[in-house]
């Protein structure tokens, strides 16, 4: 249980809570969302990492002067320690902040909301004041982010920086992975550079398996004709 007590500064007092329609995104949107939960719970499976991995959790960061907590909802986090999930929110006084936030770009919210790094009604500030060390926002169609993803690190002071891609083009976290975009997906790599499957990499694997099988059933049957003389 994390004991150190942090609290938002008043500059936080006028931040919103993230909202079902604030959150609630375009198909394109959720896609990316639920194809990032798979690969990174995937990963977090594939070897036994202590993650929480959170799709739209609401977490509770408090604020003072008797404020109530400051309530987002990022499209994915990543706990690099807490393992077992929260019943309903991550109090972030009691679990610590994630190590990592990533918001899928929406027009409603995106250029106010998600990306000024240094207004106090916005995002990026509060997460990097509550002690969240990477935030990453990612525009599946290029039409807010040219770029397609912009990223921010905590430095010495707390304070966001840029956290730019290395040549490959993928942002490298410390969680020991990296993102980058392909298609409409941003996908997640391991540290040897592969990517990690999600759910239609396995689909297609299995559609590959099932090809093969038959056509090894359809040799074998055939084989066995030619030996009867048929």
Partial sequence: MVTDQFVLGAEFDFLRDDTEESILGTPIHQLVIVTLFD?????????????FIGNQLRMRIPRGMGQPPYQPSPDILVHAT???????????????????????????????????????????????????????????????????ARA???????????????????????????????????????????????????DDLLDDLRDASQREIAALRAEIRRLRGE
Avoid: C
Avoid at 123 to 146: N, S, V
Avoid at 160 to 176: F, I, K, N, Q, T
Avoid at 186 to 201: K, S, T
């Fill in 39 to 51: 690969s990174l719970s995937r990963h977090r499976r594939r070897n036994a990492l202590p993650w």
């Fill in 152 to 202: 921010w690190r905590a430095d010495a002071r707390g304070v966001y920086a840029p956290w730019l891609p290395d040549e490959r083009g993928h942002w490298v976290s410390a969680l020991g992975i990296s993102f980058a975009p392909r298609g409409v997906l941003l996908r997640v790599y391991e540290a040897a550079g592969q990517p990690v499957p999600n759910n239609d990499d396995m």
């Fill in 82 to 148: 807490l393992g077992t999930p929260p019943e309903a929110s991550l109090d972030l006084r009691v679990t610590g902040p994630p190590a990592l936030a990533l918001e899928v770009a929406s027009p409603s919210t995106a250029r106010e909301h998600d990306l000024d790094t240094l207004a106090p009604k916005a995002k990026p500030a509060a997460y990097a004041a509550a002690g969240i060390p990477e935030y990453l926002a990612y525009d599946p169609t290029g039409d807010i982010i040219p770029e397609r």
